[in-house]
């Protein structure tokens, strides 16, 4: 079975430029996350999706930071403009929503420069 | 939700139990405890997560005190592959209700 699928792995912008991560979560999890982390600590939450609705947004700087989830499967994560402090691994998980587990994809590392 | 306290860091020695404690004195009555590890670079996993009973499954066991003012992840054989970040982590509700609120974690190394 295919995991939580997240691309790039890698990006590099220099600061001032928009950026996008994409999210394919595991075939059949209706609940999505979004998770920044920053180095040496733990995933913060940035948004859940519950099928294509965000039902907890509370986290995500709205100002530059924008999500989607149009169909309810694969999601995107945008950035516009990129700062300094964006630098971090951005997470993406998926669940059933009765299921005690999310799973994790790799991530996407992200440097501003 | 209730925070967690761990230690920053811990080793082990290959074959041997690691055992991981979490302090969460202010857990309420409907909280759950979860584990999570985070191996480098990759994303978290998850390893188990108990209310009030033990629990065991094919990764670990969860030691909860009958007060439930804290817990112990126990890796009965760790191997080199255990090492990893590890968070204990205390929420609300099941499934996708309530959120995970993710720790520093303990930082366990395990060594030949």
């Known amino acids: 079975e295919a995991g939580v699928v997240q691309s790039p792995r890698y990006k590099i912008i220099e600061k001032k430029q928009p950026v996008a991560f994409w999210c394919n979560p595991i075939?059949?999890?209706?609940?999505l996350y979004w998770y920044r982390q920053n180095l040496g600590q733990g995933p913060e939450l940035l948004i859940r999706?519950?099928?294509?609705?965000?039902?907890?947004d509370s986290q995500l700087p709205k100002d530059r930071f924008s999500a989607e989830r149009l169909k309810g499967v694969d999601s995107t994560l945008k950035i516009q403009p990129a700062e300094l402090g964006d630098s971090a691994v951005y997470l993406c998980?998926?669940?059933?929503?009765?299921?005690?587990?999310?799973?994790f994809g790799p991530g996407t590392r992200l440097t501003v420069t | 939700d209730a925070k967690t306290t761990q230690p920053p860091s811990m080793d082990c020695a290959e074959g041997r139990a690691a055992n991981l404690p979490c302090n969460h004195s202010t857990i309420s009555g409907n909280e759950y405890v979860y584990w999570y590890r985070q191996i480098h670079s990759q994303g978290p996993q998850y390893i188990i997560h108990?209310?009030?009973n033990n629990e065991t499954n094919e990764m670990a066991s969860l030691i909860i005190t009958e007060d439930r003012k804290s817990s112990t992840l126990i890796l009965p054989h760790a191997t080199l592959r255990d090492t990893a970040v590890y968070y204990c982590i205390v929420r609300v509700g099941r499934g996708s209700q309530g959120n995970l609120i993710f720790g520093k974690g303990t930082k366990l190394s395990v060594k030949p």
């Open positions: 075939s059949g999890h209706n609940t």
């Open positions: 998980a998926s669940s059933f929503p009765t299921s005690e587990e999310q799973y």
């Open positions: 108990g209310l009030k």
């Open positions: 999706y519950e099928n294509e609705e965000a039902v907890d």
